[in-house]
C-alpha cells in the first residue's frame, strides 16, 4: 500500500486544469453556439447550410480524433503552434460550439416567434429585438440543457489525456504507472469528476430557479 | 464491439429504468446509485478502472471484453435516464386500465408501459448509441483492435496526420449518419398516432 | 357462496387522503340484474367509491362483499376479483399503442390465458356489440371520444364481468357524442347486466335506473327509484341539487 497522501495533492492540482479547459472550451463554445443560433434561425439559406455542416462535423467525429487532428495536423499546417492546454481548449470549444447552437436553438424555437413579433411592432430593429427581448427568455430556457453540456464537458476534459494535458486523469495516469497500483486512484479520479459534475450542475439548477420569471409557468 | 455492447446496453437501461420506477426501495436505490456512477465517471475512467484497475481485485476482461463491458455499462446509465423519463411521462390512467382488467404488474409494465414509454424514449436512446460509436475510439487506450488506434499507429509510421486523422474522421462521421439515417427510419416505423416523444 | 343474488355487498366504507376525508361509512347492496346510479356533487366521493370498490384504492375502514366473498379481505388475489369486475373510466384509459381489437383481446389473452385465435374471435364479437366491428383495426388517436369510450366498454365486457362499474363514462365526451354510449350502456341495461354507474345523467338514470343513490359528504344521503329521488326527495341537499337542474332544463325549454 502506497502512501496515498502523496500522489493524492497531486491528482487534486490537476482539478484547476480541467476547470480551465472546461471554462475556455464551453466559453468558446458559448460564443459559437450562441452566434451559430442565431444564424441557423435568423439567418438566411447560405448561412443555415454552412452551420448545419459545421453542426455535422463537429458532432460526427470523436473527439479524440478532432484532438489528434488539431494537435497534429492543423496547427502545425497553418503554422500556429499551440500546446497541448491551448490545443485542447480551442477544440473543445470549437466542438462544444457545435452543441450549444443545438440547445440555444432549441430555446429560442420553444419560445415562440410571437416575442419578436411584438418587439417589431414596437419598431425595434431585428437584432435589437433578438438581442433585448429574445435572448435573455431563451438563454434562460436553455438552461437545463446547458447544465447537460456542463457535465459533458467536464467528463470530456478527461480525453484530453490523450494529449499530454495535465489535467485530472493525466496525473492518475501518471500516478499509477509510477506506483504500480491503480484501483485506488482511478476511483479517486471518478469520484472527483463525479462531484465537479454534481456540483456544476447543482450551481446552474439554483441560477435557473432563481432567474424564474414569476407567473410563467414552463411550457417544456 | 459496438453491435454488441449496444443491443446489451440497451436492455441494461431498460431494467434499470424499471428499477428506479417500479422497483422496491433497495432496487430502487440501487439502480440510482449505478446510474449516478457511471454517468459521472468519464467514459475512459471507466474502461481503465475494468481493464487496469480489476485485475488488482482478481478480476480479469480481455481488452474486447472490458471495451464491451465499459460501454455496456456507460451507454445502459446514459439510457435509462431517458428510459425513466419516458416511463414517468406515460398517463397514469394506462396503468389504472391495465390493473382494473385484472392484470399482474409485470403484465401491466411488459404490455402497456413499457411498448409506449420505448417507443417514445427512441428518439434519445437513438442519440446515445450514436455517441457510443463515436466513444468506442478511446477503447485503444485499453488495447481494442480500433479504427482510431490504427490511425495512431499509422501516423507513427508515416507521418501524414492530417490525412490519416482526417479519413479517420470521415469514418466515424460516415458510421454515425448511418446510423443517425436509421433511427430516424425506425422511429417511422415504429410510429403509432397518439403514442409520441413528450418534449 | 350463500347469498348468490346479491352480487355486492358494501359495508361501512371509508376512505381519506391526507386529511380530508372523502368517504365516511357508505353502505349498500346491489343484487343480480339491478342497475343503480349514484348521482351527487363534485368532490362528494363518487369516484373514489368506484375504485376502492375494485380496490384499485385501499379503503381506510370497511369491508366489501362480491358474490358472497369478501374481497377486502387481505389474503384475497386482487388480480382475480378484479376480472370479475368491469371498469369503464371518465377518461376511457385505452391502450394508446394497440388497436381497438387489440385493446379488447390483451387482456383475454394475457390474464384469462385464452389462445390468440379465441381471444380475436370474443373480441370481434364484444366490439361487435357496441356497434364498432368495422373500426376493430384503427388506433385510439383515429376514434372520436364516443368510439373510445364504447371500445373500453366492450374491453370490459370481454371478460364477462359479474358487475360493471361506470365512473362518468360519459362526462369527458363531447355533447353530440354522448347519445352514442348512453345507447350501448341502455342495451346492456336491458340484458339485465348488474351495472353500478355514475352520472350526471339525469335522463339516463330516469329511465334505466332500478335504484338512485344520491351521494354527499362522502355519505349516501338517500337512495330510492329515480321517480322519488328525482322528483320527491326528502333530504334537503337532494332537493335542492335536482331543484337546480330542473332550473336549467326548464330554462333551456323557454
Given at each position: ?220 | ?24 426501495r433497495a432496487f430502487s436505490l440501487a439502480a440510482t446509485c449505478v446510474v449516478g456512477v457511471f454517468r459521472g465517471f468519464p467514459a475512459i475512467v471507466t474502461l481503465l478502472i475494468i481493464f487496469f484497475a480489476l485485475p488488482e481485485v ?142 | ?254
Amino acid at each position: 500500500m502506497v502512501a496515498f497522501a502523496d500522489f493524492l495533492p497531486y491528482i487534486l492540482s490537476g482539478v484547476i486544469w480541467t476547470l480551465g479547459l472546461v471554462a475556455g472550451g464551453l466559453s468558446i463554445g458559448f460564443a459559437i453556439g450562441l452566434l451559430m443560433a442565431i444564424g441557423q434561425i435568423y439567418g438566411g439559406e447560405e448561412a443555415k447550410a454552412i452551420i448545419h455542416a459545421y453542426v455535422w462535423f463537429f458532432r460526427s467525429i470523436p473527439l479524440l480524433v478532432l484532438l489528434f487532428l488539431f494537435y497534429w495536423g492543423v496547427f502545425p499546417a497553418t503554422g500556429f503552434k499551440l500546446d497541448p492546454l491551448a490545443c485542447s481548449i480551442v477544440v473543445l470549444g470549437l466542438r462544444s460550439g457545435a452543441y450549444q447552437s443545438q440547445i440555444f436553438r432549441g430555446g429560442i424555437i420553444s419560445l415562440g416567434d410571437t416575442q419578436l413579433l411584438a418587439a417589431r411592432a414596437l419598431g425595434m430593429s431585428k437584432s435589437r429585438g433578438i438581442f433585448h427581448v429574445v435572448l435573455p427568455q431563451a438563454l434562460r430556457i436553455s438552461m437545463p440543457g446547458w447544465s447537460n453540456e456542463y457535465a459533458t464537458m467536464i467528463k470530456d476534459s478527461a480525453i484530453t489525456f490523450s494529449l499530454g494535458v495535465l489535467e485530472i486523469l493525466t496525473r492518475t495516469r501518471y500516478v499509477v504507472s509510477a506506483t504500480n497500483e491503480a484501483l485506488i486512484p482511478y476511483f479517486f479520479a471518478g469520484a472527483l469528476f463525479l462531484v465537479l459534475t454534481y456540483a456544476g450542475t447543482k450551481v446552474v439548477n439554483i441560477v435557473y430557479e432563481r432567474t424564474k420569471i414569476p407567473g410563467l409557468l414552463g411550457r417544456l | 464491439m459496438i453491435v454488441v455492447s449496444v443491443p446489451i446496453g440497451t436492455a441494461l437501461a431498460i431494467v434499470l429504468g424499471v428499477a428506479r420506477v417500479y422497483g422496491n426501495r433497495a432496487f430502487s436505490l440501487a439502480a440510482t446509485c449505478v446510474v449516478g456512477v457511471f454517468r459521472g465517471f468519464p467514459a475512459i475512467v471507466t474502461l481503465l478502472i475494468i481493464f487496469f484497475a480489476l485485475p488488482e481485485v482478481g478480476v480479469y476482461f480481455s481488452p474486447y471484453w472490458s471495451a464491451v463491458l465499459g460501454f455496456v455499462l456507460v451507454t445502459g446509465a446514459y439510457q435509462s435516464e431517458y428510459v425513466r423519463g419516458c416511463i414517468q411521462s406515460v398517463s397514469a390512467g394506462q396503468s389504472l386500465a391495465a390493473r382494473a382488467l385484472g392484470m399482474t404488474r409485470p403484465q401491466e409494465v411488459i404490455y402497456v408501459i413499457l411498448p409506449q414509454a420505448l417507443r417514445a424514449a427512441l428518439p434519445g436512446i437513438s442519440n446515445e448509441i450514436i455517441y457510443l460509436v463515436l466513444y468506442s475510439s478511446l477503447a485503444s487506450y485499453i488495447g481494442v483492435q480500433e479504427m482510431f488506434g490504427v490511425a495512431r499507429t499509422f501516423n507513427s509510421l508515416n507521418f501524414r496526420p492530417i490525412e490519416i486523422f482526417f479519413t479517420a474522421g470521415l469514418v466515424y462521421a460516415a458510421i454515425a449518419t448511418v446510423c443517425f439515417v436509421g433511427f430516424r427510419l425506425l422511429e417511422r416505423r415504429v410510429r403509432i398516432p397518439g403514442v409520441e416523444a413528450a418534449r | 357462496m350463500a347469498e348468490t343474488n346479491v352480487v355486492l355487498k358494501v359495508d361501512g366504507l371509508e376512505k381519506s387522503f391526507a386529511d380530508n376525508r372523502i368517504l365516511s361509512g357508505v353502505s349498500f347492496e346491489i343484487d343480480r340484474g339491478q342497475i343503480k346510479v349514484i348521482c351527487g356533487p363534485s368532490g362528494s366521493g363518487k369516484s373514489t367509491l368506484l375504485r376502492c370498490l375494485n380496490l384499485l384504492t385501499e379503503p381506510d375502514k370497511g369491508r366489501v362483499w362480491l358474490e358472497g366473498q369478501e374481497i377486502t379481505n387481505a389474503n384475497v388475489d386482487v388480480n382475480s376479483v378484479r376480472q370479475r369486475i368491469g371498469f369503464v373510466f371518465q377518461e376511457f384509459n385505452l391502450f394508446n399503442h394497440l388497436t381497438a381489437l387489440r385493446n379488447v383481446s390483451l387482456a383475454l389473452e394475457k390474464v384469462k390465458k385464452m389462445s390468440k385465435d379465441e381471444a380475436n374471435a370474443l373480441a370481434m364479437k364484444e366490439l361487435a356489440r357496441v356497434n364498432l366491428a368495422n373500426d376493430a383495426h384503427k388506433y385510439p388517436a383515429e376514434l372520436s371520444g364516443g368510439q373510445k369510450q364504447r371500445v373500453a366498454i366492450a374491453r370490459a365486457l370481454a371478460m364477462n364481468p359479474v358487475i360493471m362499474f361506470y365512473d362518468e363514462p360519459t362526462s369527458a365526451l363531447d355533447p353530440h357524442l354522448i347519445g352514442e354510449v348512453l345507447d350501448v350502456m341502455k342495451k346492456l341495461a336491458q340484458e339485465k347486466l348488474t351495472s353500478l354507474v355514475v352520472t350526471h345523467e339525469i335522463g339516463f338514470a330516469r329511465s334505466v335506473a332500478d335504484e338512485i343513490m344520491f351521494m354527499g359528504e362522502g355519505k349516501i344521503l338517500e337512495h330510492g327509484p329515480p321517480s322519488q329521488i328525482i322528483d320527491k326527495p326528502t333530504h334537503e341537499a337532494v332537493r335542492l341539487f335536482f331543484k337546480r337542474i330542473n332550473e336549467l332544463y326548464r330554462r333551456d325549454e323557454d
